[in-house]
Every structure is written in structure tokens, then in C-alpha cells.
């Protein structure tokens, strides 16, 4: 009987993280909360997404990605946080980048923010707290979909 050291490739996946090229994807993390930005970026980096930067506030997070573009392929956008709430800094970004690929990042109950984000230009949403799973599945379908 032959064992899976045999068959080494046998439940090998590619990462979720790499392009068809096998380069990381760019993700920059915009939450004012340290505990979701480190969690979202456990989940990625072990998928082999890049953490390109982080931000804890929307005027912080928007500066950064006009200095980092076009080197982002994705971004998360809390909806609530100090200085520039997470919509306004969605529409400044889309104003900047009309192909910005955005998801947004809500606690439960903020259904209303969401609708509004999505209309705005936000391809997708994640809810809090959050589940690696769902994490990876809305990030990949984003960027691959």
C-alpha cells in the first residue's frame, strides 16, 4: 500500500494568496482596531498574500494608498474609525482609482453602511468577527472573480 509521502502533490494546492504568475497579491489593511489588522493579517500572510501596509485611521489608510498605488491589488476598509470613517475614505479612494478593489470590513448589525459601501464602490464586505474561511473565500472571489 503506498502512503501520501508517495504522492506528495497529491492535496497540494497553490496558496490563495499568489496570482497566476505565482506573485503575492498586494493587500493593504486600513482598521483602527491593531487586534483585526494583525488577525487579517495572520490569515492572508499564511496564504501568501503581501501585507503592503496598514493604517488605523481613513486619513492615515487613503495617503498610504495614494503612495502605494498601482501597487495594491486589494484593500480592507473598516466602516468605523476616527478621523475619516471608512465610506468617506471608500469614496476618496475610488475618486482616486476608479479600479480600487475594496472590501469592506463591518461589525454586525451595520447592514445600512454595507448597502451604502457596496453602492459606493466596495466589491464586497466581511463581517466581524472574523472567520479565516469567509476571509479568504470574499478576498479571492474579489481578486479573482
Known amino acids: 500500500m503506498k ?13 490563495d494568496g499568489l496570482n497566476d504568475m505565482g506573485v503575492p497579491y498586494k493587500v493593504l489593511l486600513i482598521d483602527d482596531s491593531m487586534f ?12 501568501g498574500f503581501e501585507i503592503v501596509g496598514e493604517a488605523g485611521d481613513g ?8 503612495s502605494l498605488s498601482p501597487n495594491v491589488d486589494l484593500v480592507t476598509l473598516d466602516i468605523t474609525m476616527p478621523r475619516m470613517d471608512g465610506l468617506t475614505a471608500l469614496e476618496k479612494i475610488v475618486e482616486f482609482d476608479k479600479g480600487a478593489k475594496v472590501i469592506m470590513i463591518s461589525a454586525l448589525g451595520k447592514e445600512d453602511l454595507v448597502k451604502k459601501a457596496l453602492i459606493t464602490g466596495a466589491k464586497n464586505y466581511i463581517v466581524k468577527p472574523l472567520d479565516r474561511k469567509k476571509v479568504l473565500e470574499r478576498i479571492v472571489s474579489v481578486l479573482k472573480g
Open 36 to 47: 483585526v489588522r494583525k488577525q487579517l493579517s495572520q490569515i492572508l500572510t499564511s496564504e
Open 3 to 15: 502512503a501520501n509521502a508517495d504522492f506528495p502533490t497529491i492535496n497540494a494546492k497553490n496558496p
Open 59 to 66: 486619513v492615515d489608510g487613503l495617503e498610504m494608498y495614494k
